[in-house]
Every structure is written in structure tokens, then in C-alpha cells.
């Protein structure tokens, strides 16, 4: 069956604007009637609620962290893109849009990338105008530094702070509308189930973190705005509270889930140290600008690197990719990396990783240059490592670090669960296979202040909606079904922790789920992840209780859902016979060792539907290009 | 064990909630590696304690990489612990020595009650923020984002105000639990930027009340909320709400 994603009929550069015109508009003295449920408050959530509230609709704002400040996109670093070629160096709507399809190789939906570089523009305005205070030029205009893959200098930045100033003009645009009293906010708040009425999503069931109490909030319409599941690999750059739960409660409650095997694992993190881990440590792509990755061109040089002399390195990226050198795209720095060490060529401890130097940058603009650039992210790097990059070269090594993967949305962003949004991270919509550098800011805060103002509206003015409470008795059985899980869990009472469960399952995922890929491994890992579940089931052991601040009773619902992830990731790379972006299989590359795509038969989404079975449904949207012609990806 | 790593005492700060009475228990760290953040301590810590069927140390974090004002306790009775400008999350042990005995407490402060153990409630910094911490610019409503100049040194004063993480270790080491580096520093923040000035005199007075009616102390230049800022925040950003508090005030 093939899938209709309601894309405007029109060019390219004028859907958005017809859909704007003809948009359904819920008059002012209806909005006040509806009320909208929005989980997450991350950019996107948070944008969503401002704006929306703004509107004048009826918000109800779950977090999961104590205060919506603290949403993972509080630590993304290296800044926004937008296009508004204020460098005079060519930048242009079509070109932040053609650089963001063939980024994301050819795996996203036009009429979807078109719009959000249409929209890019607005997004700096909007938060200029908030006050977040992005870098200024001693004229006092904005500067702008440039990222990976791309040949124009359009990211916007707030220091290596980015996420962070974005995140708290969001939030302050939203405790605006809390003080105005069209927003009521639930921090705390762990959302454990989609409840759909009719077919139409009409409410959430959650968990108070603090008193662990189950509550049920019905509402017109739900938007999700929960980020990625990068956690699967238990290492990530993820924060300890970024998980599936809320994404996948929804998808067992009938909405698709889109190309999960399609993970970014990005190449500049600080190595791992050992087993005690709990996180990796993301340096900024920003990094690259002036950092040169490199390794001995012998694996038997073991000099300390002041001591290897140029011609006996290997800048392999200036080597294999002239043309963009450092910062060709994600997907192809976190390989080469990878590659090199397999090859025996890794430096540090453990052989797992490569240098990246800043010595040339430093000579040719000083040390005050580059202090000034990325002060915080050396002082970041001194504190975890105990080295320091002005006079050491940095040690990094790939980590997982965005999911382009999520729950399947329609140009509206709704799921194909009528009444259910989902915006930034947690949906699949707009970097295809792999996601370019300073895009997820971009993208969750078009999907909260831009698109979904308008889209909801569509959808609210048209929806004949009953009257619906908590006193309807899909509220209660779904309020059972969630006290029954969390009964289970304690009922276990085995050996393992949590936290070890998670570990072995990220081992596994990372081995064969992670950088790359093949045929027997994705079985294997199927084999494998089925039987640690089962242990999962019946080994696990959890202190305390479900009425109490339990840190590790949320860990276990977490991992519980990661397991029936991984399973699905799995399937989907197993099933996805090609190498594109983030998804590399060994049995799909060039001679060369660089991605081979099968245009002729994936240039699909691929969708995968709970049927309760161990297999899920599996279905296809079928993506055209109008506008842009697929060609090899080359950054040579 | 290999040779650098630590054997160590803990007494940490164990309490069911506001209601119920707290107090310190020992716990013993064994074989800690130097690498370890603070928090991987405790998560070692925590794991031998459910092994044994123990209830574990609850504290929180979450980026692990100091900035999202997650974590926050008190080490050996310095807010965030020893490291100059650092988060607990980004403390690692090697700042610490084999035998070392650490006391670890919460954030206290009346505006701070406890949780669980080392986890308090800042609702208290969202109520302030509540209050005006914001530039009332609709979505929507912008104009070009070049057609505000503002100087670098202003930009880079406004960043150095906006880098507050909302951790609250500046309420935790002033001995008058004050909330005033963390308010003026928003304050601060949006005053000297062009964009903040409309509403600057409406904003400076309804967060200040805020904070008191929280149950913050008032400032008496003691400057330790600065001394333990993981995001050294100045405290001249203290001095700055208060000249804007007067001029809201002598401009009424």
C-alpha cells in the first residue's frame, strides 16, 4: 500500500505558501475552545506551546526534566542554519534546500526541506527579536561561521552555546504564556501512553516523577515533541533522560514508525575511557573549521604526537576529500575515522580514536582566535580528558548523536493517527539518511513557531471532535495497562541492574546496529537482542518503589522500550539493501569503500506498523524528485 | 585495581522528603578510577547498593556535560564541589586523593525544598522567570534580524549574562540562600540588549518581587554565588538589577 503524505499540488517554491492561503482557520473565538496536549519542551515543544498559546489555544506542557529548561536541546553547540546569504557568498533558499537533500542523500521529501529552508529566515528574526544574544560582528551585524558539507557560511551562533540561547528564548516565550495563564505546565512528568478515542489521539497517560502517581489528560489534539532515541546505544550524547518511551507508546498505539535504522553517529566526541561510562561528550562540528583530523601513516608510530613530523601524517580527510577537506558531511568524517582505526592507525589507549589539531589554526590566527571561538569547548574537552588542546592535538572518535529516524508525519506533521503532531527529533521528516550539521535547531523551531501554527488549524477546523474527558473508559484501561507494566517490572525481582541490561544491549546495537552494517550481523542482532529481552524480563532487579522519586523504575520502562526498538532498527537496516547517509551496509559500497545507493528500488520511506507479532507490518512512501536529480553523493 | 585508582569514604545526605528528617550515612567507594565523573562515582555507588538490596542515593542529572543545570550538590561544603567553575557532572576524580573522606549534601535553601535525598525543587527559578524573564515578541512579529545592531561588547556582555544554567549553586552557598545572582543575571541579560529595553522597568520589578515571595533571602555582598558559578557569572550582574530596580522605581 503506498503512503500519501498530502504534499501540496504546485512548484516547489509555492506549496507552502498555497497551503498557507488555503489553510482551514479556526476563528479567534474558537481557538479558546480547543485544547492541545504538548509532550516535550525542547525547541520544538517549546516553540509549539509559545506559539500556539499565543494563538490563543488552551495548552496543557508535559516535561519529563524538572523544569522545561532543561530539554536535551539545551546542549546542542555549534549553532542554526538559515538562508539569509548575509555573507553575500551565494547562499539562497534553493541552496540550503539542495544542500540539505543531497546531505541527507537523497532520502527526504522536497516539498518538506523546500519549506524548511523557506523558513530558516524567519527563525533568526524570531529569536533576535527574543533576545537571544547570537555573535555580532564589531559592526554590530550578525556573523555567521560555516559547518559541515556545505560551501557557504550560513550557521548562526551564540558561542558554543547555541542550543542552549535558542532553548531559553523558547522557554521564556513559553513561561510568558504560562504567566498569561493560556498555558498550564506539568514538569515531571513522564508520558506513558497515547490514548486514541475514535481513532483520533484525545489524551495522554503519565507518570508524576515525584510522587509516582498515574494521570490521565484528555485534549483536542496531542503533539509530540519528545527528541531522538539515540540512548538505544546506551552511549550517546544524549542527556540520561532522552528516550523512546513517549514515541513508542504512540507507535504501539498504531502510528508508523520511519526509518529507524537511520542514526547519525557524529565524528567528533571525546573517546570512550571505560566501562563506568554513562555518556560521550560531543565536541562541536564547529571544531572542524580549524581542527585537522589526522593519524600516524603508520600504525606502529607510537610517538607523542608534538613529535611526529608532517610528513609522517596522514590528514586523511585533506587526503580522500579535497574539496571540502575537514568538513565534508557527518556520515562520511565518522567512517573515515572509523576506517583508519580498523586499520590499525588509532591513537590514545585504546587505539579507538584520532587527533584532531588545532597547531596550524593557532599559528596562522593566534591563540586568541581561537580561544575566542571555542574557549568553552577546550576548557569542556581539559576538564573530562585532563589534556589540554592548545598544546596536545584533541582525541576524538565517533558517538551517536541524532536519530533521523522517528515516528512517519505528513507535510502537516501529523501522524497517521489523526489528531497526533510530531514534531522535531521525535518525527522522520526532513534530513533523510543523514542530518546536516546545525539543521536539528533549524527544524525544531520551524516545526514549532511556523509550521504547526498553521497545520493544526487544518486539522482542528475540519475534525468533527466529540466531547471527550478522563472519564471515558479508554483513560482507565490505559491507566490500567500502564500500572500493569510497572507491577511487572518490580515483580521481576532478579539480579541484573538496569543499567547493565542497557549496557550489553548498546554493545550489541553499536556492534550491529551502529556505524556499519551487514546482512549477518542485523540477523544475528535480532538473534541476540530477543534473548537478552527475555533475560531482561526475567532477571531484573529494581530498587525501592513506584510511589517515590525512583530514578531507576523510569530506566527500566525506558529500556524495556528500547529492546522492542533495537528489534525494529534491525529489521529496518536489514531490510533497507542499500548504503545511503547514516546507513552503511558492507554488502552495498564501491570499490572505494564509500556508499552505493539503489535509487531504482529505495527511494522510499520505510514504515513500520505494530501488529502485536514479532514482525511488524512493513509499508512504503514513495519519494519523487521533481527538483533535484539524485547523483552519487561526492565530496571529493 | 590498577594503582591510581581510589578508595574513598562518603557520608551523604539521606532524606525521604521535606516532611521527614534527614541525615548523613556513610557509604564506602571503592576502586574508583580517576576518569570517572563525580556522578559515574555515585553510579558505581548506587549499583553495589541495589546489588545488596540497599535503597540507592537518589540524585539528578542529565547532559552530563554541564549545561543544562540538571545536577547541583554540595562537596565538602562547596556547591558543585572543588573545580573552579564546573558542574558536578563535569567533576572528575582525579581531583580527588586515595582515602579522601567527601560529605555530599543538597542545595539548602527554604525556596529549594528536598525531594528525595540530594534531589531539591527549583520550581521556585521557573516562577521567577514566570514572572518577566522574557521579551514579549510574538511569533510572527520580527523584523529582519540585521536591522537591530548591537554592538559586540553588548552581545558578548548579554551572552555572558544569558550563559546562567539555572542550577541554583548560587542559592546554595549564599548564607543568606539569596536568589540573586541567578534573577539578575536574566535581568541583566535582556537589559542591556536594545530588544529587552521596553519592558525592562515592568520586568526588573515584578522578578524581584517574585524572588522574594519565594522565600530567597535578600543579597548582602557576600559574593559567594559568584565564587561557585559554574558559569562565572559576575556578580556585577547583581549591581546592574539593582540600579534597574531604583530607576523602575524613581521612574514611576
Known amino acids: 500500500m503506498a503512503i500519501d503524505a498530502n504534499i501540496p499540488s ?25 485544547n492541545v496536549i504538548v509532550v516535550g519542551t525542547g525547541l520544538a515543544g517549546a516553540s509549539a506551546s509559545a506559539s500556539l498559546a499565543e494563538l490563543g489555544y488552551n495548552i496543557k506542557t508535559f516535561c519529563i526534566q524538572d523544569s522545561p529548561r532543561r530539554a536535551h536541546s539545551v546542549a546542542a553547540q555549534g549553532g542554526i542554519n538559515a538562508a539569509k546569504n548575509y555573507q553575500n557568498d551565494g547562499d539562497s533558499i534553493w541552496r540550503l534546500f539542495y544542500d540539505t537533500i543531497k546531505g541527507g542523500d537523497y532520502r527526504s521529501r522536497e516539498a518538506n526541506v523546500h519549506r524548511l529552508s523557506e523558513i530558516s529566515a524567519n527563525i533568526i528574526d524570531q529569536c533576535t527579536a527574543q533576545g537571544v544574544p547570537f555573535a555580532r560582528e564589531y559592526s554590530g551585524l550578525l556573523a555567521n561561521r560555516s559547518f559541515g558539507g556545505v560551501q557557504v557560511s550560513r550557521t548562526f551562533y551564540a558561542r558554543g552555546q547555541t542550543g542552549q540561547q535558542l532553548l531559553l528564548g523558547a522557554y521564556s516565550a513559553l513561561m510568558r504564556q504560562v504567566n498569561t495563564g493560556k498555558v498550564d505546565l506539568f514538569a515531571n512528568r513522564e508520558m506513558l501512553d497515547l490514548v486514541v478515542i475514535d481513532g483520533k489521539a484525545r489524551g495522554i497517560v503519565c507518570r508524576n516523577l515525584l510522587t509516582g502517581e498515574i494521570e490521565s489528560y484528555s485534549a483536542d489534539a496531542v503533539i509530540l515533541a519528545t527528541g531522538g532515541y539515540g540512548n538505544v546505544f ?25 526509518n529507524p535504522c537511520f542514526t547519525q553517529i557524529h565524528p567528533t566526541c571525546i573517546p570512550v575511557s571505560g566501562d563506568y561510562q554513562s555518556k560521550l561528550t560531543l565536541m562541536s562540528e564547529g571544531l572542524r573549521n580549524d581542527g585537522r583530523a589526522w593519524v600516524p601513516k603508520s600504525g606502529d ?19 580522500k576529500y579535497p574539496a571540502f577537506g575537514n568538513l565534508v558531511p557527518r556520515d562520511i568524517a565518522s567512517r573515515a575515522a572509523k576506517a583508519v582505526c580498523d586499520e590499525g592507525r588509532g591513537v590514545g589507549e585504546t587505539g579507538l580514536s584520532v587527533y584532531l589539531d588545532f597547531k596550524t589554526a593557532i599559528e596562522r590566527q593566534g591563540e586568541d582566535v581561537i580561544r575566542d571561538r571555542y574557549g568553552n569547548l577546550f576548557d569542556m574537552y581539559e576538564r573530562i580528558t585532563g589534556e589540554n588542546p592548545y598544546n596536545v592535538p584533541m582525541r576524538i572518535y565517533p558517538a551517536v548523536h541524532y536519530c533521523m529516524g522517528g515516528l512517519w508525519v505528513d507535510y502537516g506533521l501529523m501522524s497517521n493517527v489523526p489528531g497526533l503532531f510530531v514534531l522535531g527529533e521525535a518525527n522522520f521528516s526532513d534530513h533523510g539518511a543523514n542530518r546536516l550539521g546545525a539543521s536539528a535547531l533549524m527544524q525544531g523551531l520551524a516545526d514549532g513557531y511556523f509550521v504547526i501554527p498553521y497545520t493544526i488549524g487544518e486539522y482542528l477546523a475540519g475534525a ?7 472519564e471515558n473508559s479508554e483513560f482507565s484501561q490505559s491507566e490500567n495497562e500502564v500500572t500493569n507494566k510497572i507491577n511487572r517490572l518490580f515483580d521481576i525481582k532478579g539480579d541484573k541492574t538496569v543499567a547493565e541490561f542497557h549496557r550489553e544491549l548498546g554493545r550489541l546495537v553499536w556492534e550491529y546496529v551502529g556505524m556499519s552494517r551487514s546482512k549477518e550481523g542485523l540477523n544475528k542482532a535480532i538473534d541476540e537482542i530477543s534473548k537478552l529481552r527475555d533475560e531482561f524480563w526475567n532477571n531484573l532487579k529494581i530498587p525501592g518503589d513506584q510511589n517515590m522519586f525512583n530514578k531507576y523504575l523510569e530506566m527500566a520502562g525506558r529500556v524495556a522500550d528500547f529492546f522492542e526498538l533495537a528489534e525494529v ?26 556508499a552505493l545507493r539503489d535509487d531504482e528500488n529505495y527511494t522510499h520511506v520505510s514504515l513500520w506498523e505494530y501488529n502485536g507479532k514479532d514482525k511488524p507490518n512493513f509499508k512504503k512512501e514513495d519519494l519523487n524528485f521533481e527538483n533535484v536529480t539524485p547523483t552519487t553523493r561526492s565530496y571529493k | 585495581m590498577p594503582e591510581n585508582n581510589l578508595n574513598l569514604t562518603l557520608h551523604v545526605w539521606r532524606q525521604n522528603g521535606q516532611g521527614s528528617k534527614g541525615k548523613m550515612v556513610e557509604y564506602k ?6 576518569d570517572m565523573s563525580f556522578l559515574e ?34 562537596i565538602d561544603g562547596v556547591a558543585h564541589g572543588p573545580e573552579r567553575a564546573t558542574t558536578v557532572c563535569q567533576l572528575h576524580m582525579r581531583h580527588f586523593n586515595n582515602g579522601d573522606k567527601i560529605y555530599i549534601e543538597p542545595f539548602r535553601a527554604k525556596g529549594f525544598p528536598v525531594i528525595k535525598d540530594l534531589v531539591v525543587d527549583r520550581t521556585s527559578f521557573d516562577n521567577i522567570i514566570k514572572a518577566g524573564g522574557y521579551i514579549s515578541a510574538n511569533t510572527g512579529s520580527a523584523p529582519d534580524a540585521n ?30 540562600a539569596s536568589a540573586s545572582l541567578f534573577t539578575s543575571a536574566k535581568i541583566s541579560h535582556l537589559a542591556v540588549l536594545p530588544q529587552g529595553k521596553p519592558e525592562s522597568q515592568s520586568r526588573v520589578v515584578s522578578m524581584v518581587q517574585q524572588m522574594d515571595s519565594e522565600g530567597f533571602g535578600s543579597c548582602s555582598n557576600h559574593g559567594e554565588c559568584e565564587a561557585v558559578c559554574p558559569k562565572e557569572i559576575s556578580i556585577s550582574n547583581i549591581a546592574r538589577m539593582r540600579r534597574e530596580y531604583f530607576k523602575a522605581l524613581v521612574g514611576k
Open chain 2, 29 to 34: 567507594a571503592d576502586d574508583i578510577s580517576t
Open chain 1, 10 to 34: 504546485g512548484s516547489l517554491d509555492e506549496k507552502w505558501t498555497k497551503y498557507k492561503s488555503n489553510v482551514k482557520l479556526v476563528s479567534p473565538a474558537n481557538k479558546r475552545k480547543y
Open chain 1, 464 to 470: 468533527e471532535l466529540k466531547e471527550v474527558s478522563t
Open chain 2, 41 to 74: 562515582m555515585l553510579d558505581v555507588v548506587n549499583e553495589s547498593l541495589i546489588k545488596d538490596g540497599e535503597d540507592p542515593i537518589a540524585f539528578d542529572s542529565d547532559c552530563r556535560e554541564g549545561i543544562c543545570g540538571t545536577c547541583g550538590m554540595v
Open chain 1, 569 to 594: 532498527m534491525a529489521r529496518d537496516a536489514l531490510e533497507r539493501e542499500e548504503s545511503c547517509g547514516g546507513h552503511f551496509r558492507e554488502d552495498h559500497q564501491t570499490p572505494e569503500g564509500e
Open chain 1, 234 to 258: 546506551y552511549l550517546s550524547t544524549n542527556g540520561q533522560n532522552s528516550n523512546v518511551t513517549a514515541a513508542w507508546r504512540c507507535y504501539k498505539k498504531g502510528a508508523y514508525f520511519a
Open chain 1, 301 to 319: 608510530d607510537k610517538r607523542p604526537p608534538s613529535e611526529i613530523p608532517d610528513e609522517d601524517r596522514d590528514y586523511y580527510l585533506e587526503r
Open chain 2, 147 to 176: 536591522e537591530i545592531l548591537i554592538p559586540k561588547d553588548v552581545a558578548d556582555r548579554a551572552m555572558d549574562s544569558a550563559a546562567c544554567i539555572g542550577c541554583g549553586a548560587c542559592v546554595a552557598a549564599c548564607p543568606n
